[in-house]
């Protein structure tokens, strides 16, 4: 898929992959959610260069407003093939309610304190 990230990036500090483990980099997007420009809960915001790689059936994530965390962030994160990504962002779409919205910020928290499938 069109998201990549490099392993042992060597632009990316010993603090800043502290960050990236912990998703402490992912705070200043509260501002973004008190701005009215992203939810809590949503399929995370692309890059404008993904975007032009997206197959059709993948455009349509898009249609939701973007999110801090997602059923992906909640499942594993980086364990989590792109093709999967995409599913699980569609599956919340279709499916999307205040209880799963809950659900899924309630198994953000462990995968957040625990960096599961952080890299």
């Not at 483990?21 to 260069?49: A, C, H, T, W, Y």
Request: hydrophobic letters at 40%; proline letters at 8%.
């Amino acid at each position: 898929g069109p998201v990549f990230k490099m392993r042992n990036d060597p632009r990316v500090t010993r603090f800043g992959a502290f960050l990236r483990r912990s998703s402490l980099d992912e705070l200043p997007q509260l501002f973004n959610v008190l701005k009215g420009e992203m939810s809590i809960v949503g399929p995370r915001p692309p890059l404008p260069s993904e975007i032009d790689k997206y197959e059709v059936w993948q455009r349509r994530r898009l249609s939701m407003k973007p999110g801090l965390t997602c059923l992906w962030q909640a499942n594993g994160r980086n364990n989590v093939d792109f093709e999967k990504w995409m599913k699980l962002d569609l599956e919340y779409i279709d499916g999307w309610s205040m209880g799963m919205d809950f659900k899924i910020l309630l198994k953000t928290i462990p995968a957040v304190l625990f960096s599961k499938g952080a890299q």
